[in-house]
């Protein structure tokens, strides 16, 4: 396409340097799409194409044993999406995966503002401690959620060990086999989904990282002169950060929000590993997991895909419009 | 803050500027002390439980598993139960009895190193066209990478598995080495486009009046000045296909001889014959090359990744 424009052009401009400079531009143009064409081949074969593919058998009959002679033209069916639609382990599944993104989002926001304000002046050892800070973002998932499941053990684990012996707990608590648990405050019991909740606690320490290094890049770049003029006005520690600190971090924070939720969302890992989707925390894609490996009907899998992924894009859609009615520019 | 100054009474505005900042004298003050000694709190409690859970590891795994059921509360190990056995068990190979994780140690190195220079070969030829060539369809390229990110990976995985099935490439690190490298592209893509953005474009304009052809620029300028990130770019990308868990799982699951070394801990975790404290000896060495590789470029590392955070 490029060409014709170019071809179009080139009679118009009869001056040399002119002409040069066309196939100059031309020349990084085909270059350019030399170099790309290496990413662009193993993107579309390794992730456009499966995604594709994946969508199209969401609307075919499809079971793992067959889809070895399958080819793409099995007729179309919407049999699949009535069958997860219809299912109440499909919603379920939907309200743990919701109440998982928000609770991990939340929690991983404000332990990471909390731990970048901490450490935002300079103190002996700072650089150790942000380093240390990042540590259980970058250790490998299998080895911390492994930890978290040996330190949670009811019977060795050092967490009940600790809570019987010097928190007085009558009894060991199953953390991560528990799917609701009773909490006795004041003579009142109140349930608490205690998997849940432990979960969501593993992802606000593993992620809080995440957040704490984008604020701190961001709060390093910040000029200290508004909060100087604001301390010589008479403003408190707290109405400082929260009048003039926290609107320069918004952005970032809604970018945080934004990238987190889309990970959240779709994280598969970390629940798999700390409990297998049990006592409570069958969350979205775990459940298609179990739909491709137990069940082994790939249809129903790709269904509830594709409906997970429009369920995020509508959530997406109105966090947008949220952030850019306050006025936030992602 | 705007409000505070408004209410301010008369007498006070009026007064020199030294009162004036105490106008709530003692909120102020009992506000700063709270937090200056919160903030030590705060940076206490966060590193206890950033560095506790690895301590545990280090701990458990240098004890015999006897030594930790009969005192699970003991938070260090007596020299006299101090041992090293816990490693010898799990690196050395089955057919020795052990748990094969020098194996696994193998397999793992040989799909993260691949990874590493395939993403690297595909990605810096790539990001540079997009920080500096105008070809067309340059401006969509990123909006198409983010867009997949919004599906489970898992729903890539199910025609990836059956299509890797047929050309014979599952259950082969050849195969996970091909989805890490389509992974982490998209992630060298667009740490690198960063820094090959900020070589100044002048530079590279001399190189060109200086009889250079532009694959000529790219390599003996941009990647030369880029060299320092392009090694970060490495490390990441290295890092992600070490510590990867579900495509090694869906791939490899059946082939003992090929785990990785997120796949052997996670599979044989879930089984009871295996006591913990070599399973612990074995999430030792599984997390201290990544934690050896970050110490050391930790600042190469996190400057690479939030390079357009700074902006806002």
Request: net charge positive; no cysteine.
């Given at each position: 396409m490029s060409t014709t424009v170019t071809e179009k052009k080139q009679?118009?401009?009869?001056?040399?340097?002119?002409?040069?400079?066309?196939?100059?531009?031309?020349?990084?143009?085909?270059?350019?799409?030399?170099?790309?064409?290496?990413?662009?081949?193993?993107?579309?074969?390794?992730?456009?194409f499966p995604l594709l593919w994946s969508i199209l058998l969401s609307f075919q009959r499809m079971r793992l044993i067959q889809i070895g002679r399958a080819d793409f033209f099995e007729p179309l069916t919407v049999a699949n999406y009535e069958r997860v639609l219809g299912s109440s382990a499909f919603w379920s599944s939907l309200v743990i995966t919701f109440i998982y993104t928000f609770g991990s989002v939340v929690l991983v926001i404000f332990l990471g503002v909390l731990a970048a304000m901490a450490v935002r002046q300079p103190f002996r050892g700072r650089n150790f401690v942000r380093a240390a800070y990042l540590l259980p973002y970058v250790a490998p998932v299998v080895a911390v959620t492994f930890i978290w499941r040996t330190m949670l053990n009811p019977q060795f684990g050092i967490v009940n060990v600790i809570g019987q012996n010097v928190f007085g707990w009558e009894e060991p608590i199953p953390f991560l086999s528990q799917a609701v648990g009773t909490w006795n405050v004041l003579g009142l019991e109140i349930p608490v989904p205690t998997a849940l909740l432990t979960v969501i606690a593993f992802e606000g320490w593993?992620?809080?990282?995440?957040?704490?290094?984008?604020?701190?890049?961001?709060?390093?770049?910040?000029?200290?002169?508004p909060e100087e003029a604001a301390l010589v006005d008479g403003a408190t520690p707290w109405q400082s950060f929260r009048f003039i600190v926290l609107p320069q971090l918004m952005p970032i924070i809604g970018l945080l929000a934004v990238l987190r939720t889309i990970w959240t969302f779709n994280e598969f890992d970390d629940i798999f590993l700390l409990t297998g989707g049990a006592a409570g925390t069958n969350v979205a894609s775990v459940q298609i997991y179990n739909f491709l490996t137990v069940q082994r009907?790939?249809?129903?899998?790709?269904?509830?895909s594709v409906i997970m992924a429009l369920v995020l894009v509508a959530m997406l859609a109105v966090y947008l419009t949220i952030l850019r009615r306050r006025g936030e520019r992602i | 803050m705007s409000a505070e100054t408004v209410m301010t009474p008369p007498s006070q505005v009026a007064a020199p500027p030294e009162p004036r900042r105490m106008a709530h004298p003692t909120r102020h003050r009992v506000q700063s002390r709270v937090f200056r000694i919160g903030r030590w709190v705060v940076i206490i409690g966060f590193l206890i439980a950033t560095l506790v859970?690895?301590?545990?590891?280090?701990?458990?795994?240098?004890?015999?598993?006897g030594s930790l059921l009969q005192n699970p509360a003991s938070l260090w190990v007596r020299p006299s139960e101090f041992t090293l056995q816990t490693y010898v068990d799990v690196l050395s190979s089955t057919a020795s009895g052990g748990q094969g994780f020098g194996r696994f140690l193998a397999n793992s190195g040989v799909v993260a190193?691949?990874?590493?220079?395939?993403?690297?070969?595909?990605?810096?030829?790539?990001?540079?066209?997009?920080a500096r060539l105008p070809f067309i369809g340059r401006r969509y390229v990123s909006g198409i990478f983010l867009a997949a990110?919004?599906?489970?990976?898992?729903?890539?995985?199910?025609?990836?598995?059956?299509?890797?099935?047929?050309?014979?490439?599952?259950?082969?690190?050849?195969?996970?080495?091909?989805?890490?490298?389509?992974?982490?592209?998209?992630?060298?893509?667009?740490?690198?486009?960063?820094?090959?953005?900020?070589?100044?474009?002048?530079?590279?304009?001399?190189?060109?009046?200086?009889?250079?052809?532009?694959?000529?620029v790219l390599r003996q300028i941009s990647i030369k000045l880029a060299l320092p990130s392009i090694m970060s770019t490495g490390l990441f990308v290295f890092m992600i296909a070490w510590n990867e868990f579900l495509f090694a799982l869906l791939f490899l699951v059946d082939r003992r001889e090929r785990w990785t070394v997120s796949l052997g801990l996670s599979q044989l975790s879930g089984s009871v014959e295996v006591p913990t404290t070599v399973l612990m000896a074995g999430s030792v060495v599984l997390t201290l090359p990544i934690i050896i590789i970050f110490f050391a470029t930790e600042r190469l590392l996190t400057g690479g990744l939030t390079a357009g955070a700074e902006k806002g």
């Open positions: 009679p118009s401009t009869k001056t040399d340097t002119t002409k040069k400079r066309v196939t100059l531009t031309q020349r990084d143009a085909r270059l350019g799409l030399w170099l790309m064409s290496p990413t662009l081949l193993v993107v579309l074969a390794i992730v456009i593993r992620y809080f990282p995440f957040a704490f290094l984008f604020l701190m890049a961001r709060l390093a770049a910040m000029s200290d002169e009907n790939v249809g129903a899998a790709a269904a509830q | 859970p690895f301590y545990y590891m280090l701990l458990l795994s240098v004890k015999p598993i190193l691949a990874s590493v220079a395939l993403a690297l070969l595909i990605g810096i030829p790539g990001a540079y066209a997009i990110y919004l599906f489970p990976a898992i729903l890539m995985a199910i025609p990836l598995f059956v299509g890797f099935t047929r050309l014979g490439l599952r259950g082969n690190l050849v195969g996970l080495i091909v989805v890490y490298t389509a992974q982490t592209v998209p992630v060298a893509i667009y740490m690198l486009r960063n820094y090959f953005e900020t070589v100044p474009e002048a530079i590279e304009e001399a190189g060109l009046v200086d009889g250079l052809t532009r694959m000529g």
